[in-house]
């Protein structure tokens, strides 16, 4: 069984190539582009085999929880940066609530297996 700092970065590099596959995603126009929607492709799927080795150590839920809290605050940072989408502060209380939610189940929670 792998251990737990390697699938912490197997998550890591999963969260990382899901929000570039959804970047891909954006920059597909709707899959008319063909080397961005191959690219979203690829990296969709690599998220998705990097998450199974993560989810051999860790509970599904947690797991999800830091892959969707991540990959919401970095996808919303992609498109502040790449795309000028600009964020009001709603998003931004919303976004930091996620953030917060994803802390007190990696500090406090036992499920975590830390």
Same mark, same amino acid.
């Given at each position: 069984?792998p251990s737990? +700092?390697?699938a912490y970065?197997a998550l890591t590099? $999963?969260?990382v190539c899901?929000?570039? *596959?959804? #970047?891909?995603?954006q920059? !597909?126009?709707?899959?008319t ?7 979203m492709?690829a990296?969709? +799927?690599g ?6 080795? $993560?989810?051999?150590v860790?509970?599904? *839920?947690? #797991?999800?929880?830091i892959w !969707?809290g991540?990959g919401?605050v970095l ?8 795309f000028?989408?600009?964020?009001d ?9 996620i953030v917060? *939610?994803?802390v007190?189940?990696q500090?406090f929670s ?5």
């Amino acid at each position: 069984m792998p251990s737990q +700092a390697f699938a912490y970065a197997a998550l890591t590099v $999963a969260i990382v190539c899901e929000v570039a *596959g959804t #970047t891909f995603l954006q920059k !597909s126009e709707q899959f008319t582009r063909l080397v961005p929607t191959v690219a979203m492709g690829a990296f969709y +799927a690599g998220a998705f085999y990097l998450m199974t080795h $993560a989810l051999k150590v860790m509970p599904l *839920g947690i #797991t999800y929880a830091i892959w !969707s809290g991540a990959g919401v605050v970095l996808t919303a940072l992609i498109g502040a940066t790449l795309f000028k989408q600009s964020l009001d502060v709603p998003a931004l209380v919303g976004i930091a609530m996620i953030v917060g *939610g994803v802390v007190v189940m990696q500090v406090f929670s036992t499920a975590t297996g830390h």
